[in-house]
Nanobody, 115 residues
Framework: QVQLVESGGGLVQPGGSLRLSCAASGSIFSSYFMGWYRQTPGKQRELVASLNSGGSTNYVDSVKGRFTISRDNVKNMMYLQMNSLKPEDTAVYYC?????????WGQGTQVTVSS
C-alpha cells in the first residue's frame, strides 16, 4: 500500500510561484496514472494535471503554460510546479496515484493566492 503526502502549499502573491510535492511511501513505478487535483469549498474537485507511465501529460486549459507536472521514480515523488499564480488558483490541491489494484489520494495541501 502506498501513502501519499503533499507539501509545498502556502500563501503566495499573484504572479508568484510554488512547487507542490507528493511523497509516496512505496514505489509508484507501476502506476499508470498520476495526477494533481484541486478543490474549493462547495465545488467539484477538478483534475488540473495528469501524467501517465509513458510520460504523457495533460493539463486543464486554465493552467496550460503555467503549471508543470513531473515525477521522480527514484525518489518516489511527484511534483506540480505552479508559476504565474492567479487568485483563481486558490484551492486545496491533492495528488492521486492509480494502479491496477489501487487508487491513492494524498491529504491535500492548501494553496492561497492573494495580495
Amino acid at each position: 500500500q502506498v501513502q501519499l503526502v503533499e507539501s509545498g502549499g502556502g500563501l503566495v502573491q499573484p504572479g508568484g510561484s510554488l512547487r507542490l510535492s507528493c511523497a509516496a511511501s512505496g514505489s509508484i513505478f507501476s502506476s499508470y496514472f498520476m495526477g494533481w487535483y484541486r478543490q474549493t469549498p462547495g465545488k467539484q474537485r477538478e483534475l488540473v494535471a495528469s501524467l501517465n507511465s509513458g510520460g504523457s501529460t495533460n493539463y486543464v486549459d486554465s493552467v496550460k503554460g503555467r503549471f508543470t507536472i513531473s515525477r521522480d521514480n527514484v525518489k518516489n515523488m511527484m511534483y506540480l510546479q505552479m508559476n504565474s499564480l492567479k487568485p483563481e488558483d486558490t484551492a486545496v490541491y491533492y495528488c492521486r496515484v492509480v494502479g491496477a489494484s489501487y487508487n491513492y489520494w494524498g491529504q491535500g495541501t492548501q494553496v492561497t493566492v492573494s495580495s
